[in-house]
C-alpha cells in the first residue's frame, strides 16, 4: 500500500458534503472493522478454551477499571500519540514516515542532555520549554535528512527512513554506551531540570504509574496540528500535494518545499514524545526506550484515519490492548493482544475501504 493511496483516504474536501454523509463515512467504517476484530478476538479466546466476556470483562477492569490501570493506559498512549501524529503528518502529503522510532529517541536523548546541562535552579516552565524545543529540535534534524534526500536526489523516504532508524539508534547507543552512561547500565545520569509532574503527584490514587503531564502537550499538538492542515494556507498545500502532487504543482504549490516542511515537522513532532519516557518517567535517557513505538505509531495512525483527534483516539486503543495484556495474561497468553493488534489493523486496511463503497454504492442509489 502507497504512502500516496493512503493518504488519499484522508485527501482534502473541495465539495462540501452534507454533514450526515461525513459522519457516515468517518463513524461507520471504522465500527465495522472493530466488530470484526472482536469476532476475531473472541475465537482466539475460544481457542484458549476461556470465555470471552470474562476475558474482556479482566482487560478493562485491568486497564480503565483501577487508577493504576488507566494510569499506565495514559502513559502508554501518550507516546503512540506523538508517534502516530508524526506519521499522519507525513501520510497527509502522501510521505511515509518510518522513521518514528530514531525520531523519538533522538527527541528523547536531547531532552535529557538538555536536563543535564541546565542548572538545579532553572525555573521549571523555562527548563521545560528548553527540553522540549531540543526534542523537536532532534526529531526534526533526523526528519529533515530523509526530506532533503528525496527533493534532492529523488531518494524514496521509506527507505531512507527505515535505515536511519539502525543509523541513529547505533549511534545514540555508542555515544550512552562510551561517554554518557551510568556504570553498569546503558541510561545516562539523572536530568537536574525540566522534570515534568505525574498524576500521582497531583492525585495519590495513581501511585505508582508513570503517566505524567506529557499528556497534556500531545493534546496540545494534536490540536495544533489539526489548526495547521484544516486552517492555514500552508496545511492546505499540504494536503493537496498528499491528493495529486503533479496538479497542486500545476496550482503553483512547491511539491519540494512542502515535502521538505512535511518530513521535518513530522520528525520534530515523533521527537517530542520523548519528553514523556525522559521528563515525565525515568528522568533520564536509556537505550532501547523507544522500542516498538515508532512501528506501533503507524498503525495508530491508520486506525485513526489520518485525523489528528483520530489517532488520539486510536492511541488510547492500542495502549488499552498493551496494557491490557498484562491484565489478561492469567487466562490467555499476552501475546494475543498484539494478535488482535495485528487483526484491528488488517480489518481497518481492508474493511473501512469496502464498507465506504457499499455506503457510496447505497447513497447512488438512493439518489436515482
Known amino acids: 500500500m502507497s504512502a500516496s493511496s ?8 473541495f465539495a ?35 470465555s470471552p466476556a470474562a476475558v474482556y470483562r ?8 483501577n487508577a493504576y490501570g488507566f494510569g499506565q493506559v495514559l502513559y502508554k498512549a501518550t507516546t503512540l500519540a506523538f508517534t502516530g501524529l508524526a506519521v499522519s503528518f507525513g501520510l497527509r502529503a502522501g510521505l511515509f ?10 527527541g528523547g ?6 536536563g543535564l546541562v541546565l542548572p538545579v535552579g532553572t525555573p521549571l516552565v523555562l527548563a521545560l520549554l528548553i527540553c522540549m524545543v531540543a526534542a523537536g529540535a532532534a526529531g526534526g534534524v533526523v526528519g529533515a535528512v530523509p526530506a532533503y534526500l528525496k527533493t534532492r536526489f529523488g531518494a524514496h523516504e521509506v527507505i531512507v527512513t527505515i535505515m536511519l532508524n539502525f543509523i541513529v539508534l547505533a549511534l545514540l547507543n555508542w555515544f550512552i554506551a562510551g561517554h554518557l552512561h551510568v556504570p553498569e547500565t546503558l541510561h545516562t545520569p539523572e536530568i537536574h531540570a ?25 493534546v496540545l499538538v494534536a490540536t495544533a496540528v489539526w489548526f495547521y492542515l484544516f486552517r492555514t494556507r ?16 500545476y496550482g503553483g504549490i512547491s511539491v519540494n518545499r512542502v515535502w521538505m516542511r512535511a518530513l521535518t515537522f513530522s520528525g520534530a513532532i515523533a521527537g517530542m514524545g520523548g519528553i514523556n519516557y525522559v521528563l515525565g518517567y525515568k528522568h533520564y535517557y536509556e537505550d532501547g526506550f523507544a522500542s516498538g513505538a515508532g512501528f506501533l505509531g503507524i498503525a495508530v495512525a491508520l486506525v485513526g484515519r489520518n485525523h489528528p483527534f483520530g489517532v488520539i483516539i486510536a492511541a488510547f486503543f492500542f495502549a488499552t490492548l498493551s496494557q491490557g495484556g498484562l491484565a489478561i495474561h492469567a487466562f490467555v497468553p499476552k501475546q494475543m493482544m498484539d494478535v488482535l493488534q495485528g487483526v484491528v489493523i488488517i480489518a481497518v486496511a481492508t474493511a473501512v475501504p ?11 442509489r438512493s439518489d436515482a
Open 6 to 13: 493512503l493518504a488519499g483516504e484522508a485527501k482534502p474536501t
Open 16 to 50: 462540501a458534503a452534507p454533514w450526515r454523509e461525513r459522519a457516515e463515512e468517518a463513524l461507520i467504517p471504522p465500527l465495522v472493522a472493530l466488530l470484526v476484530a472482536l469476532i476475531c478476538g473472541d475465537l482466539l479466546i475460544l481457542s484458549y478454551g476461556q
Open 58 to 65: 479482566m482487560l478493562l477492569e485491568g486497564t480503565w477499571g
Open 97 to 106: 514516515n518510518i522513521g518514528g522510532e530514531s525520531q523519538l529517541a533522538a
Open 109 to 114: 536523548f536531547a531532552a535529557a542532555l538538555m
Open 194 to 218: 525540566g522534570v515534568l509532574p505525574r498524576l500521582a503527584d497531583i492525585d495519590s490514587r495513581f501511585h505508582g504509574s508513570a503517566a505524567n503531564l506529557a499528556l497534556i502537550v500531545a
Open 234 to 249: 500552508g496545511g492546505y498545500d499540504l494536503r493537496a500535494v498528499g491528493l495529486q502532487p503533479q496538479a497542486a504543482e
Open 354 to 364: 469496502e464498507v465506504r463503497r457499499i455506503l457510496r454504492s447505497a447513497r447512488r
